[in-house]
């Protein structure tokens, strides 16, 4: 049944709702995937952080390299942190018009 399944065209649809950063949270590259549900994260604000995945996120959220995601830093270690959330391609798009990502952030 799933091979005869008709497929949506995403490029369609619109972006409804989309997760705004809160205080405290940070946007982030993931560049790569260091197992234990650890991930090695570019910031926006420069920086190189060792983030992880929280038990609640991991079964809901497959984050793979090259993925842009919203992390808070831990208030003990500041190059450490967990994610909050991950972005699709349509709402990273969405962010850098609306003027919450820079233009070359991610490319």
């Keep these: 049944m799933g091979r005869y399944r008709k497929r949506s065209n995403n490029q369609n649809e619109q972006v409804i709702r989309v997760r705004k950063p809160r205080e405290g949270e940070i946007f982030g590259i993931v560049t790569a995937l260091l197992g234990g ?9 420069g920086k190189e952080r060792i ?15 090259g ?5 808070v830093p831990w208030e003990i270690d500041d190059s450490k942190g967990d994610v909050v ?3 699709t ?3 990273v798009s969405w962010l850098k018009s609306k003027g919450f990502l820079p233009k070359e952030f991610g490319e």
């Design 89 to 91: 391609k349509m709402q």
């Design 37 to 45: 549900s650890r991930l090695r994260v570019s910031c926006i604000d």
């Design 67 to 71: 993925d842009v995601i919203l992390f």
């Design 85 to 87: 959330w991950r972005y």
């Design 51 to 65: 983030v992880r995945i929280p038990g609640r996120m991991k079964r809901e959220a497959w984050i793979r390299a």
